[in-house]
């Protein structure tokens, strides 16, 4: 914000920039001031926000941050049962006409497939190759006096000029993206490695989110380098469903469900925040420290990381949902409260019973060794479900099922899970061992 104030005001706009201890306190100071009596806005990211400046008769534009109005989303999902992200992502396509070929009657998906995603959930390269470099900014005096006014007790490493926070910033950062990230993006998408906190993910979100960059630019990009033949379609097609896609589907369901959805906690938990989520040395898990350990660097970690790692623990061992928002959303930098609901509330926590994702993100340690590099370096075995050094997470997943086996019984994608859950001989031993792993966890001893 203090960046923009200053390009405006080079751009010839006068602005006043006031620092108060409301919103409404803020603008009621400013109208006195100015003896103003008619306020324009586009309409806030935030639906107390719209709500708050509803209240104080404040005139709303269209919010043009996105490429789907949330009155359009709304739209789009009356006329349907199931809110299917792949249904809305082939409209988004053709209306947009992003990687469509239109010279085609009627007109078809570049590279003849809407969806590459089997293309690109490969595990991680073994080969200790070095993924793509992105440029740290100088922090110059504008950022200085930001961090010289932080209170001392804030989480995690100092900002150190790794966000874009100009226009200027986004573009480099975007432009870098396309040369560099964008073609080894899809491959490796959904690999996590201990030591490489970004791999080919754009780190995009933030700049996006702060309206630095817009999503129409950041398509167009990455489908020029695809038309150009420097990126191949399954990367491009990845990176555009998300941008498109995912992005897009998460803030039209958040209008849409709204104010109800921030309350949802349809498997009843109920367990704190850990001490594992709060510093990289408070637990043996090395999978989570080694992800706490990028969110306390760079107040980032990718998506995988945060839905299988830290969403996947925070679901199998029943973390309140409003917490694990509240402490997402304080955590990291692309944070806000349209992207954290449904991503931690519908996708992660399976807190809306179904509402967005159609089976909870569940998993045991197999998948995390799988995609993962962290086992090898761990206390835990991902094989063991049961004993002093079997993996959390394994025991967890089946803990989790027959925790949740009422609820989950009604959901017919998880019918095999829950009858390999029935099979096992010794569930019960997992579910003594799941208590004294939950113990643990509370007391920051795992
Ligand atoms: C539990 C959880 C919490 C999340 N919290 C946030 C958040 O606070 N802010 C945020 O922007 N994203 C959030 N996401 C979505 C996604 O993980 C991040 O957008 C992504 O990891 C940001 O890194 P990137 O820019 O390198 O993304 P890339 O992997 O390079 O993806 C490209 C872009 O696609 C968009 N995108 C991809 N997936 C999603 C998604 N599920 N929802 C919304 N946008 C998406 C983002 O704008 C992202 O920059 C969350 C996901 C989960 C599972
Ligand atoms: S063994 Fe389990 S806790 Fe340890 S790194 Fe692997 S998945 Fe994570």
């Known amino acids: 914000m203090a960046h923009f104030v200053e390009e405006l005001r080079e751009e010839g706009f006068a602005v006043d920039h006031r620092v108060a201890p409301s919103l409404p306190a803020g603008l009621q100071a400013h109208c006195d001031e100015f003896k103003v009596e008619r306020v324009l806005a586009m309409e806030p990211m935030s639906w107390d926000g719209r709500r708050m400046l509803e209240q104080l008769d404040v005139d709303l534009v269209p919010n043009d941050q996105f490429l789907c109005h949330y009155d359009d989303f709304a739209s789009w999902a009356a006329e349907r049962n199931a809110l299917k992200l792949e249904d809305f992502y082939r409209w988004q396509r053709l209306r947009l006409n992003i990687l469509i070929n239109t010279s085609e009657t009627p007109p078809q998906p570049a590279g003849g497939q809407w969806n590459f995603d089997h293309d690109n959930r490969e595990p991680p390269p073994k080969d200790g190759r070095a993924w793509p470099a992105i440029t740290t900014f100088e922090l110059d005096d504008i950022d200085r006096s930001i961090i010289d006014g932080f209170a001392d007790n804030l989480w995690g490493a100092m900002p150190d000029g790794v966000w874009p926070v100009t226009r200027t910033q986004a573009l480099v950062r975007l432009s870098e993206f396309v040369e560099t990230g964008l073609a080894p993006f899809g491959p490796h998408e959904d690999a996590m490695l201990a030591e490489e906190w970004k791999l080919a993910h754009s780190v995009l979100a933030s700049s996006l989110n702060l309206g630095l960059l817009h999503p129409r630019e950041v398509v167009e990009a990455a489908e020029a380098?695809?038309?150009?033949?420097?990126?191949?379609?399954?990367?491009?097609?990845?990176?555009?469903?998300?941008?498109?896609?995912?992005?897009?589907?998460?803030?039209?369901?958040?209008?849409?469900?709204?104010?109800?959805?921030?309350?949802?906690?349809?498997?009843?938990?109920?367990?704190?925040?850990?001490?594992?989520?709060?510093?990289?040395?408070?637990?043996?898990?090395?999978?989570?420290?080694?992800?706490?350990?990028?969110?306390?660097?760079?107040?980032?970690?990718?998506?995988?990381?945060?839905?299988?790692?830290?969403?996947?623990?925070?679901?199998?061992?029943?973390?309140?949902?409003?917490?694990?928002?509240d402490w997402m959303w304080s955590s990291f930098v692309d944070g806000a409260e349209w992207v954290m609901l449904p991503n931690v509330i519908g996708m992660a926590l399976f807190a809306d019973g179904g509402q967005m994702a159609t089976k909870p993100?569940?998993?045991?340690?197999?998948?995390?060794?799988?995609?993962?590099?962290?086992?090898k370096a761990c206390?835990?075995?991902?094989?063991?479900?049961?004993?002093?050094?079997?993996?959390?997470?394994?025991?967890?997943?089946?803990?989790?099922?027959?925790?949740?086996?009422?609820?989950?019984?009604?959901?017919?994608?998880?019918?095999?899970?829950?009858a390999g859950m029935r099979r096992l001989s010794d569930l019960s031993a997992v579910r003594e061992r799941a208590e004294v792993v939950l113990n643990a966890l509370d007391e920051g001893t795992l």
């Open 225 to 325: 380098a695809f038309r150009n033949g420097d990126a191949p379609i399954n990367s491009v097609e990845g990176f555009v469903r998300q941008i498109i896609g995912w992005r897009e589907y998460v803030w039209g369901v958040y209008w849409l469900w709204m104010p109800d959805y921030r309350a949802a906690n349809a498997l009843d938990a109920h367990r704190p925040i850990p001490p594992a989520f709060l510093k990289p040395t408070a637990t043996h898990m090395a999978c989570v420290s080694s992800v706490i350990d990028h969110v306390d660097a760079h107040g980032y970690a990718h998506h995988i990381e945060r839905l299988m790692v830290l969403g996947n623990l925070a679901l199998t061992a029943g973390i309140d949902p409003q917490a694990m928002v």
């Open 361 to 375: 993100y569940a998993s045991g340690g197999a998948y995390l060794n799988k995609m993962g590099n962290s086992c």
């Open 379 to 418: 206390r835990y075995d991902p094989k063991k479900r049961t004993g002093n050094d079997a993996c959390p997470f394994t025991t967890l997943y089946w803990d989790f099922l027959a925790r949740n086996e009422r609820v989950l019984a009604g959901n017919h994608r998880m019918s095999r899970q829950l």
